[in-house]
């Protein structure tokens, strides 16, 4: 088992930045590739950010490519989110996910709960 634990969110202005965690515990973390997911309300949950195992390979949504950038640090058992020039239309819940998955979106093992991110306009 992999327990995943999201951190960072909160209310940012447009323009600004956050920078999101998921912190892993259980298994080897470095077995795992890592996927960002959100869902705004109302919408689908929607693909954001790939990274894999050793982070020697990152994709990204086409809608937050050149903003936001996936990195992780495995000695931390950690991924991170960083996601500059906000928009409010990246408001959402953030989730992120780990499998053994090469497909960027899925199918993952383990989710996390999620973090809330609100940008104001």
């Known amino acids: 088992q992999v327990q995943l634990v999201e951190s960072g969110g909160g209310l940012v202005q447009a323009g600004g930045s956050l920078r999101l965690s998921c912190a892993a515990s259980?298994?080897?973390?470095?077995?795992?590739?890592v996927g960002w997911f959100r869902q705004a309300p109302g919408k689908e949950r929607e693909f954001v950010s790939f990274?894999?195992?050793?982070?020697?390979?990152?994709e990204y949504s086409d809608s937050v490519k050149g903003r936001f950038t996936n990195s992780r640090d495995n000695a931390k058992n950690t991924v991170y989110l960083q996601m500059n020039s906000l928009k409010p239309e990246d408001t959402a819940v953030y989730s992120c996910?780990?499998?053994?998955?090469?497909?960027?979106?899925?199918?993952?093992?383990?989710w996390g709960q999620g973090t809330q991110v609100t940008v104001s306009p």
């Open positions: 990274i894999n195992w050793n982070g020697g390979r990152t």
């Open positions: 259980g298994r080897t973390f470095t077995n795992y590739n």
């Open positions: 996910a780990a499998g053994r998955t090469a497909k960027r979106e899925g199918p993952y093992n383990y």
